[in-house]
């Protein structure tokens, strides 16, 4: 529709976007999607949203697909922005926090924000067989989004991925193997076997099109705020797909005259199990070191090393943000917390963001009447192993 080129978001070389792209040919690292935005910002206005579907699709000249026909589709996006005042009330500091809420996306987490994306561009570059690696709920909606496309899944999985994971992959069906080892052992497989196999490997930013998907959840925050974007977004950070994206949305709504130049402080929110971005962050380094072992019951953060890791740092560091890790007891006892005040059963990983949010205050990282935006990123009844 819109789309100019991609880019290599390290070394900016730029690579065709008509064509079934991985990584940087030159370097290795993600390739990000690039628009006419002059040209998207003319049909694409406030104005036009009002009418537009409840589906992340309405921000569509925005997005890569090119014909409307190989848009898959399933409902996801536009999910909603929760006041939380009743965790708000319990916390030391007068805060406007909200919860932004993503276990109402179709397969229960915003992961089908990018596999509606990602598997929407591979159905129009004539994919037949995706790939990839996941600790969970990646696997469950490329499942669902493959096979409403017509495409065959070859899913690998960490043995210890939540049940309800692995069930939904089956029942919406794809191919799946239990691995005997971490996320990074199961890319590794997929990376060994996917030419000769004939696969498109789906991975985390080694394709372009899952972090377009979910920065979706960047410009959906400014719509709901009224074109106004929160003072700190706290982001459980895995991939750091959303926080990518999210931070791409708003220079791209900037360029477009939506937004000014302010931005959300971002935060990192990690589990002290496996906090590689959290370690790179305060040790001042660009790219984060492989995480030894990696090991949380929120099995969304179970991403030792990421590739998208000097994204991540950058936008936290612009941002003038920061990364905490909480333990896995603070982010159990969280899901609770949350549950019982505001309604919503949190994905462990989403429930991690209070502690952090907390560790904050504690460090006077947030002054009073601020307004904070918690992710709640998936739905606590896929992980009932948490609460037994
Ligand atoms: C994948 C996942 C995350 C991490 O998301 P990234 O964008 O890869 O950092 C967080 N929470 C849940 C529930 C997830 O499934
Ligand atoms: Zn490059």
């Known amino acids: 529709m819109n789309v100019t080129h991609l880019e290599c978001a390290n070394c ?15 370097c290795g690292k993600p390739l990000l999607v690039r628009y006419d935005l002059e040209k998207a910002a003319q049909t694409l206005t406030k104005e036009s949203l009002k009418t537009r579907e409840a589906t992340l699709w309405r921000y569509a000249e925005v997005l890569p697909v090119e014909s409307p026909g190989n848009v898959v589709c399933l409902g996801e ?10 965790t708000a009330a319990a916390l030391p500091v007068k805060l406007n926090l909200y919860i932004k809420d993503e276990s109402t996306n179709p397969t229960q987490s915003f992961k089908a924000r990018g596999m509606t994306a990602a598997v929407s561009m591979a159905k129009e570059l004539g994919v037949k067989k995706v790939a990839a690696p996941s600790a969970g709920n990646a696997a469950g909606a490329l499942a669902a989004y493959a096979s409403r496309a017509g495409m065959e899944t070859f899913l690998f999985m960490p ?117 590689p971005i959290v370690k790179a962050f305060h040790e001042g380094e660009r790219f984060a070191d492989e995480f030894p072992n990696a090991h949380t019951a929120a099995s969304g953060l179970r991403v030792p090393k990421a590739i998208g890791d000097f994204l991540i740092l950058d936008a936290l560091r612009e941002s003038n943000g920061t990364a905490i ?47 904070v935006v918690l992710f709640n990123t998936g739905a606590g009844v896929k992980y009932l192993e948490c609460f037994e």
């Not at 920065?215 to 700190?232: C, H, I, N, R, S």
């Open 159 to 275: 043995k210890d991925t939540p049940r309800a994971n692995i069930i939904e992959c089956e029942q919406t069906g794809a191919n799946v193997t239990l691995v005997d080892g971490l996320i990074t052992d199961c890319g590794r497989i997929v990376a060994e076997r996917k030419d000769a196999e004939g696969w498109f490997d789906v991975s985390t930013l080694k394709e372009p099109y899952r972090v377009e998907g979910k920065k979706t959840m960047g410009y959906e925050l400014a719509e709901q705020f009224d074109w106004t974007l929160p003072d700190v977004i706290l982001y459980p950070t895995g991939g750091g797909t959303g926080l990518i994206g999210m931070w791409k949305a708003f220079d791209e709504m900037e360029k477009m005259g939506w937004i000014d130049s302010k931005r959300p402080r971002m935060v990192s929110v990690q589990a002290i199990g496996c906090a």
């Open 325 to 371: 890790a909480v333990s896995d007891e603070q982010l159990i006892a969280a899901v609770k917390e949350i549950g019982a005040s505001e309604g919503i059963f949190c994905a462990p990983e989403g429930a991690a963001c209070l502690p952090a949010l907390r560790t904050m205050i504690e460090q006077d990282l947030v002054k009073e009447n601020e307004t």
């Open 12 to 26: 900016h070389k730029i690579h065709e976007a008509n064509v079934l792209q991985n990584l940087c040919l030159e």
């Open 77 to 86: 996006g536009w999910t909603p922005l929760f006041k939380a005042d009743k």
